[in-house]
């Protein structure tokens, strides 16, 4: 079974700072990988995603991710956090056609990032 | 783009009442939609995954006749609650994928249900 750990629970950086979330998984096949983040009685809005090719794939508001095999990781990253970045991360892996868990993500535990000025 | 909507945003109810919440994809045709359940300060728990034109399938625990899924068509599906209780209270978000060897998922905005 598919499963994915983010072992951070609470991380706390100053404005400026550079950041990185840790998501480990685990999966028998080539994984499917995403980032979303969650503010507040919100949904979830999609950062990346990474399929196949480049490992180091770029995101919307300046988060990149790299994906290594080897470490079975997929870590979040910004050079330079704001202050609205404060949010929950959430690192997912889905299961690829031919399965009957088609198409479904398991979360790891999600991130809570406090930002301070 | 790939945007999704639920109405009601929130809702409160007494026990023992039905509540209906809409999950619509409004740029794109969702051949899959997903349910999950947020309880405060955890992940997110599937629920049922939903196809077209289909019956749900539902995860482990679910109870299907609680919980009534339909997905009539290629941008809605809906959500009831039956004969909702106080342990039902909790924060449902919905996704939609378009499909592909590989289905991404957007979310909508959830929606917070309290069962008085």
């Known amino acids: 079974a598919q499963s994915v750990t983010q072992p951070d629970i609470h991380i706390t950086v100053s404005e400026g700072a550079s950041l990185e979330l840790r998501c480990n998984y685990s999966?028998?096949?080539?994984?499917?990988l995403f980032w979303y983040v969650q503010s507040p009685g919100q949904g979830l809005q999609l950062l990346l995603k990474?399929?196949?090719?480049?490992?180091l794939v770029q995101g919307i508001k300046g988060f990149e991710a790299e994906f290594k095999r080897s470490q079975s990781s997929f870590n979040l990253r910004k050079p330079s956090v704001h202050w609205s970045d404060a949010a929950e991360y959430f690192c997912?892996?889905?299961?690829?056609?031919?399965?009957?868990?088609?198409?479904?993500?398991?979360f790891g535990q999600g991130t809570i990032l406090t930002v301070h000025p | 783009g790939a945007v999704v909507s639920q109405h009601p945003s929130w809702v409160i109810c007494k026990s023992g009442t039905s509540v209906k919440i809409e999950c619509r994809s409004l740029?794109?045709?969702?051949?899959?939609m997903f349910w999950y359940r947020q309880f405060p300060k955890q992940s997110l728990m599937l629920m049922a995954t939903?196809?077209?034109?289909?019956?749900?399938?539902?995860e482990q625990g679910v109870e299907k006749d609680k919980f009534l899924i339909n997905h009539a068509s290629l941008t809605l599906s809906t959500l009831t609650v039956t004969s909702a209780h106080p342990e039902d209270s909790s924060f449902y978000i919905c996704?939609?994928?378009?499909?592909?060897?590989?289905?991404?998922?957007?979310f909508g905005p959830g929606t917070r249900l309290l069962v008085l």
């Open positions: 996704s939609a994928s378009s499909g592909g060897a590989v289905k991404t998922q957007y």
């Open positions: 999966y028998g096949a080539t994984p499917y």
């Open positions: 990474y399929f196949s090719g480049d490992t």
């Open positions: 997912a892996v889905a299961s690829g056609a031919g399965g009957t868990s088609y198409g479904k993500l398991t």
């Open positions: 740029d794109f045709q969702a051949t899959t």
């Open positions: 939903s196809n077209e034109g289909s019956k749900a399938t539902y």
